[in-house]
């Protein structure tokens, strides 16, 4: 007797996936349930047919960490709602694919934030537990595995898992790049607030001690922090920053008044990006060219910021109040317009050292960028605290977050230059987020997360036919089909 060939689920088409700023490009088999048993069709559908499984959240990471070229992708954005809501416990259960901007709108009213939020507020929650992402609060709540309670994980068997911090799992799901199976749902410990305003601070730093002074003292005086740093200032220059602290404040309102105000909040981060994207369709051509020009038109950019922000502290005006929406989001609202302008060639990377070599490590890594023939077009410093999972890219120390955006005939050369910043960051002891990678190679990654054969002895055991996988899985060679001759 002839076997059936598996009928395809009627929700499951083909379709080209791009990464987000457009530079790979993939065609996978999506599906997009709204449902565990849509979930279920779609792993018995890929075991049957001998297709691998990705777990897709919103989709904000830079590289290809959502990707499955070839294979199937299982976008989770419809499973979106709130399970439960316990404002007493400040706890909420939602699915996997809630974006954080959404939790922000059902709870920040009631003055609860959730600590960890990346600046990409599109993130779904599933998204930031796999990536364990951080905020500009990291050192003082450390990453988004800090504000987990509890997850459902689906394997690759069909069954659910409760999976509580106290369970053998939870470290290796929780930055686990969704390899063992699909987040469900989330249990997220939020955090009373005063109000929803913060008090920013500019603070110019003229060099890496004065950098690292002011980061000292911010760490202990304020609630928040993301700092720009100048990567083409050199000599005795170099390191020159201005640090953006926030720390939460009182303010009076009523929560209808409360309401208003983060309605206006929400509307004006959305006016934000038609902004952004109106300036790109009307001059975007201009600016593209400008941006082509890429060190005479940065350094100078640079020096009029860093100029400007030291007038502004001089006159008084480093100052003021803002929704902390604003300060903690805006930028996410500015991206689409920003990969437009700068093109799809760009990649970011994100490089952590120990507190204790941070001087040393913050002159190194500047000086490789200033030596590549395109340096970064943004460079953003952020203060972190250690983590336990298997595969975490936080620990105490600091990041350094560089945006490259290379010229065609400088890809090579560019390219070379990151893998100096990546071979002087493992030689520190730090490591590079997987969550804006695009371009470790297997060997690079074995070395910065040697305890990925714990993860894939878990795997074995959990998905022993390698069903979830991803691109980005492949590439650093993080796969269990790939990496048979493990030991047990
Ligand atoms: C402008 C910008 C700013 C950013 N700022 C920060 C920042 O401040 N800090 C930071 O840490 N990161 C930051 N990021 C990175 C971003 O927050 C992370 O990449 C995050 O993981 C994206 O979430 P997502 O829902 O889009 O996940 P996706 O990109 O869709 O997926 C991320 C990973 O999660 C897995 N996954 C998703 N859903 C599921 C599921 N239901 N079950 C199992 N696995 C799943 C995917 O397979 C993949 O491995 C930024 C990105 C951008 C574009």
């Not at 060939?5 to 790979?24: A, C, D, H, R, Y």
């Not at 065609?408 to 969550?435: F, M, P, Y």
């Not at 060679?477 to 030991?487: A, F, Y």
Request: charged share 20%.
């Amino acid at each position: 007797m002839q076997s059936e060939t598996p009928t395809i689920p009627s929700f499951m088409e083909w379709k080209e996936v791009t990464s987000l700023v457009g530079s790979i490009r993939t065609r996978s088999l999506v599906a997009r349930p709204r449902t565990i048993e849509q979930c279920r069709e779609v792993l018995a559908y890929c075991r049957q047919v001998g297709i691998t499984i990705c777990a897709r959240g919103a989709g904000r990471g830079y590289g290809d960490l959502a990707l499955n070229d070839g294979h199937a992708l299982l976008d989770m954005s419809a499973m979106n709602r709130i399970i439960e809501f316990d404002e007493e416990a400040g706890q909420i259960t939602v699915e996997s694919g809630m974006r954080l901007i959404d939790i922000y709108q059902a709870v920040h009213h009631d003055l609860l934030t959730l600590p960890a939020s990346p600046t990409e507020s599109h993130s779904s929650v599933a998204g930031a537990i796999c990536a364990n992402v951080n905020g500009k609060d990291a050192w003082h709540h450390g990453s988004f595995a800090r504000q987990i309670v509890r997850l459902t994980l689906l394997l690759a068997n069909g069954e659910t898992l409760t999976i509580d911090r106290s369970h053998e799992l939870f470290r290796a799901v929780v930055g686990g790049i969704g390899l063992l199976g699909i987040i469900l749902d989330a249990t997220l410990q939020l955090k009373p607030i005063p109000s929803p305003f913060v008090e920013i601070n500019r603070l110019p730093a003229p060099n890496v001690d004065a950098l690292l002074e002011t980061m000292a003292q911010v760490e202990k005086s304020h609630d928040a922090a993301v700092v720009w740093v100048d990567a083409y200032a050199r000599g005795r220059k170099t390191g020159r920053s201005v640090i953006h602290a926030a720390k939460w404040i009182e303010h009076h309102a009523s929560e209808s008044d409360r309401r208003q105000i983060l309605e206006a909040g929400y509307e004006r981060l959305e006016k934000h990006r038609q902004f952004g994207l109106a300036l790109h369709e009307k001059f975007g051509p201009i600016l593209s060219l400008i941006l082509y020009a890429q060190r005479p038109v940065m350094n100078l950019f640079n020096r009029l910021y860093y100029l400007g922000c030291r007038l502004a502290l001089l006159t008084g005006y480093s100052s003021n109040t803002e929704l902390f929406l604003r300060f903690g989001f805006e930028a996410s609202f500015t991206v689409p317009p920003a990969h437009l302008v700068c093109g799809p060639r760009g990649y970011t990377v994100q490089l952590t050292f120990p507190r204790s070599s941070a001087r040393e490590a913050i002159v190194e890594l500047l000086g490789i960028c200033r030596s590549s023939p395109c340096p970064p077009v943004t460079t953003i410093l952020r203060a972190h605290k250690a983590d336990e999972c298997l595969i975490s890219f936080s620990e105490d120390g600091y990041s350094l977050n560089f945006e490259f955006h290379p010229k065609t005939q400088h890809e090579t050369t560019s390219r070379q230059a990151v893998d100096r910043l990546i071979d002087a960051t493992v030689r520190r002891g730090g490591k590079i987020h997987l969550a804006k990678d695009q371009v470790l190679t297997s060997e690079q990654f074995y070395r910065v997360y040697p305890r990925y054969q714990e993860l894939l002895a878990i795997k074995r055991r959990l998905d022993p036919d390698g069903l979830f996988t991803s691109d980005l899985a492949r590439r650093v060679g993080i796969d269990t089909v790939l990496n048979k001759q493990l030991p047990e």
